[in-house]
């Protein structure tokens, strides 16, 4: 679960961590009311979920009351990268000295985690990685212990200096541990002319497993500006990604469903989802997995490709059947049942009109021919 910058900030405030004031508007007249208590000049600051929000011109810098009024409607107009933006965080403008960056992510390859620094704060740090990978330092974390150990080896400078951003990191590490997030990141940690450093941006991503830990937490989700039928999906607990094409993919398990991506794109076709229904669905969420897919109104056909483990073919053919007379689907439907009660899956299927295939890779090209009739 991604948070918004403000409810980023908010979490890092509560952990200590200095960040500019301000609040958040969701019009022009109440970021008006903000700037007047913080005072100008104020920065005016899409809320996204996404990154480039200042090269989109989502961040805007206002010296006066009436630039505050101009320049948030402006952005509350603003779609970035396809997302509408709904509120704008209005914060004091920081005098700037110096921009870091600093994160903490999970390491799968090292089954841990890993903090990285930079001295080049302010930017994407995939661009610092590529264009000036000396200039990133990335130390394994596999205890608690061991950031008081790296803090000894980051390059902030003076003793001073570097006392007061080893404070912030492990600062950083507890909200991170607390919070059971993949991901924190401060970019940039700024130190201001008056050699304090607070933290200008922030993002945090929640890891969504562990949600039943923080229902505090679980509140902050806000599906507003995501993509409405992964919203929808999300609300209804499904694996759900839009996908540009016009083939909607569904199977159960990640790896299958990838698998059969590639073999739609193999056999000329587009996925337009990646829908994975888990093991041992039953027919109520392979329906409502449907209902989602034809909320998107590029899809002109469905392959649904299941390899019944837990997950039991019988079942899985009811909840089809069930869905295609509900839903009174008029698009394609090639559906590939083997496994667990295949045979009576199968069976449940014969007694339909819908299109079956004994392979994925039969099923691949048969969707692509149909909607290419």
Do not use: W
Not at 209 to 218: E, K, M, Q
């Amino acid at each position: 679960m991604k948070l918004y910058e403000y409810q980023a900030k908010e979490l890092l405030v509560k952990n200590n961590i200095s960040t500019p004031p301000g609040g958040v508007a969701e019009s022009a007249d109440q970021a008006a009311e903000i700037a007047a208590t913080t005072g100008l000049p104020v920065a005016i600051k899409a809320q996204v979920h996404v990154g480039g929000r200042g090269k989109a011109g989502g961040i805007k810098i206002a010296k006066t009351e009436a630039e505050v009024k101009i320049l948030a409607a402006q952005i509350l107009a603003m779609k970035i990268k396809g997302l509408s933006v709904k509120k704008v965080l209005i914060e004091k403008a920081l005098e700037i000295e110096k921009e870091y960056y600093l994160g903490i992510v999970v390491d799968r390859a090292n089954r841990g985690n890993t903090l990285m620094f930079s001295t080049v704060g302010g930017v994407d740090i995939e661009e610092v990685a590529r264009t000036r990978p000396d200039k990133i330092f990335k130390f394994e974390i596999l205890n608690p212990k061991q950031i008081q150990n790296h803090n000894f080896q980051i390059p902030v400078g003076n003793r001073e200096v570097h006392s007061q951003v080893s404070a912030i990191i492990e600062k950083l590490y507890d909200l991170y541990l607390k919070t059971d997030a993949t991901l924190v990141e401060i970019n940039p940690l700024v130190k201001t002319k008056d050699r304090q450093f607070i933290a200008a941006d922030a993002k945090i991503i929640i890891d969504d497993s562990a949600l039943f830990r923080h229902p505090d937490l679980a509140l902050l989700a806000e599906a507003a500006e995501e993509d409405e039928i992964e919203a929808e999906a999300h609300r209804r607990r499904i694996a759900y990604v839009r996908l540009p094409g016009n083939i909607g993919i569904i199977g159960n398990g990640a790896g299958l469903v990838m698998t059969t991506m590639d073999e739609v794109k193999r056999a000329g076709g587009q996925p337009a989802s990646f829908l994975d229904i888990g093991g041992g669905a039953k027919a109520e969420l392979v329906k409502s997995c449907l209902e989602i897919l034809t909320m998107d109104k590029n899809i002109k056909g469905i392959f649904f490709n299941v390899f019944g483990g837990i997950t039991r073919c019988d079942e899985v053919a009811q909840g089809i059947i069930r869905a295609t007379q509900d839903l009174n689907l008029k698009i394609p439907l090639v559906i590939r049942l083997t496994g667990t009660r295949e045979e009576e899956g199968q069976k449940i299927l014969a007694q339909t009109n819908l299109v079956t295939a004994a392979t994925m890779q039969e099923g691949a090209e048969k969707i692509v021919e149909y909607i290419s009739k």
